[in-house]
């Protein structure tokens, strides 16, 4: 398998419930991004790790929890959300940071009951 | 601050029309680079071109030409002969260079813009 694939591809869950985003990219890239794409709003970056360390966080509420075990996989825990979180969360990731271009997936739409 | 301004919201065309997407930007850094992606209704933002600030040399790649004119930061984007399967929207994106200890260097997206090319 190639590029970078994202599961699930659609979630539905309940604002008490625990679920885990997850992001894998077959392309060697060392930095790894996660992104939401709202209906009304230009594309939000929310966090990026390179080589594995966070290195960027957007003020994002911590009901939104990343995790990247490793250069390869990256997973965005999520707890306690609200329905306005709900949005179309995208995963990408790049050679390097500094201005490579960013290869993403298919993305998970996610709908918060 | 970065900003990348995607002036047409939605634009929808005829099979075989030229069209051309708008993209203005602004920035205070000297180097930086410029994308184009497009997102079929599957979800997926799919890389068309980067472009660093140094290369102001016009690109085309079959159908597609890319248009930069540092002059007036614009970074347009035209598509000739459209096509059905063109139908998608389209988003401009700026990424200041890499910066030492301190920094981070962010992917701005402009809005968006939707293409609807009818048959």
């Known amino acids: 398998e190639t590029g970078v694939t994202q599961t699930p591809r659609h979630l539905v869950m309940g604002m008490t419930n625990k679920k885990s985003l997850k992001c894998e990219q077959h392309?060697?890239?060392?930095?790894m991004y996660w992104y939401k794409q709202s209906a009304k709003k230009p594309l939000e970056l929310m966090f990026v790790?390179?080589?594995?360390?966070?290195?960027e966080n957007n003020s994002v509420p911590s009901r939104f929890s990343p995790e990247c075990p490793n250069s390869s996989h990256l997973f965005l825990h999520l707890h306690t959300l609200q329905p306005e979180d709900s949005a179309l969360y995208l995963c990408?990731?790049?050679?390097?940071?500094?201005?490579?271009?960013?290869?993403f997936g298919p993305g998970t739409r996610l709908t918060v009951l | 601050a970065q900003k990348v301004t995607q002036a047409q919201t939605e634009i929808s065309v005829v099979e075989k029309e030229d069209v051309t997407l708008d993209c203005v930007y602004e920035?205070?850094?000297?180097?930086?680079?410029l994308f184009w992606y497009k997102q079929p209704p599957s979800g997926e933002l799919v890389f068309l071109i980067r472009?660093?600030?140094?290369?102001?040399q016009n690109e085309i790649s079959g159908r597609y030409s890319w248009n930069f004119q540092k002059s007036t930061s614009s970074f347009n984007f035209t598509i000739t002969a459209s096509q059905v399967v063109d139908s998608a929207v389209y988003f401009c994106?700026?990424?200041?260079?890499?910066?030492?200890?301190?920094?981070?260097?962010?992917?701005?997206f402009g809005k968006g813009m939707k293409l609807t090319v009818n048959p």
């Open positions: 990408a990731s790049s050679r390097d940071r500094g201005g490579n271009e960013q290869f």
């Open positions: 392309l060697g890239h060392n930095a």
């Open positions: 790790y390179s080589l594995e360390e966070r290195v």
């Open positions: 920035t205070r850094d000297t180097t930086y680079y």
């Open positions: 472009r660093n600030s140094f290369d102001e």
């Open positions: 994106a700026l990424s200041e260079a890499y910066l030492t200890q301190g920094g981070s260097e962010k992917l701005v």
